[in-house]
């Protein structure tokens, strides 16, 4: 591992996990984390995109690889198999390499519109300046004990690690989301702050064990990932004692974007204001050029330190973007108030939003349509209470052929990460386009109950 060259780390939440990251880092190499629950065909794809010298992993997800990794495999290295002998090896200093804070520090994978996944390029001072931030405006100390489920691969579990260690607190690291676990930790550890997506809460407040677990400790919780509704948020302070903090965030600035200091007023319902030294505003739908009045709907654009310096080897999506003058178009839809608070109202892209994960039509489409039945096919959300949305699948089969849900399931199993995959599948006879052929993706709803 060389300073500049890119390491892969595909693991569960572990204290493996934060020494491999961290020792990439201190090495000098470049860190690319990403979902454990991937594919071997899509860590494939990162590990060529980013030419990676090598990919951390462990146990079966290792001997996966092997085997399935194309021939311009990079090194796999199994994190079980090395912790297993460090004690044996005993202790060995890393020489730090000395690098600058506009270097290359991470390139963290996000799915787009071509179906691939694109990798934003994150700076060392990217990614301590939103945890420094981060860590202000939430009031992090060092006597906090905070308790997360939320991937360490994932920009939002990976800013908690940071704020929390760059503030001296101690984080309760979880591999997976269970309530009991979580509800049991909270009161056994004393927690003082609690992290996740509103799909997890939701979870807590079905769980009638929340009634009589000890929660006093508990002095904020934050929300990211997607929308809440503004009752159950009232409903999760009410349940545990404290206030809830909205956050909003993206992969490409490293972070945070805007969330409520621990010190102002309420606001429920809104993403808060900037963190320190970054700018946010609202473009015109009509002339991107201005921005749009107070309480106008447009586009959200940000800039600041934390704006990643482009898509790894795509200039063309790069540009699409990230404007000349470091204004980064984020996709969403959202308004300002009078007082300076935003609001994300819609998104501008067809991303699909389950359980805080982005999912994108694109690259479900792409691999449903390798299936040799399929004609063509469009993906798109449809509401869900527990993870906000769902991704379904509405599929128009080759003239003479046939395939069922099960099949078309089968094949996505096998492509997609769990989370990727759609929970739903329609057969119907055509799908709705313009006049220039293109699926018209909000007009899908319209098949419900249509078709078989």
Known sequence: MRPGKCVVLCAENSPDWIVSYFSVLRLGAVIAPVNLMLTAEEIDYVARDCAAQAVITGGEKAAR????????????????????????????????????PHDLSTVCYTSGTTGHPKGAMLSHRAVLMNAAMTALTHGRTKDDVTVSALPLSHVYGNIVMHSTFLSGGALSLHRRFDTAAILEDIAVKRATMLEGVPTMYHYLLADPAIERTDTSSLRRCTVGGQGMPVNKMEEVQEKLGCRLLELWGMTEIAGLGSTHPMLAPPRLGSIGAPLPFTEMAVRSLDNPSLEAPRGEIGELVVRGPTVMMGYLGKEEATAEVLEPDGWLKTGDLAKRDEDGFFQIVDRKKDMILTAGFNIYPAEIERVISEHPAVAIVAVAGVPDEAKGELAKAYIVLKAGASANAEEIDAHCRAHLAAYKRPRLFQFVADLPKTSSGKVMRRRLRELDGSGR
């Open 65 to 100: 690889l092997r085997e399935n990794f194309s021939d311009a495999a990079p090194l796999i290295l199994d994190v079980k198999v090395a912790g297993a002998a460090k004690e044996a090896a005993g202790d060995v200093a890393l020489e730090s390499a000395g690098r600058s």
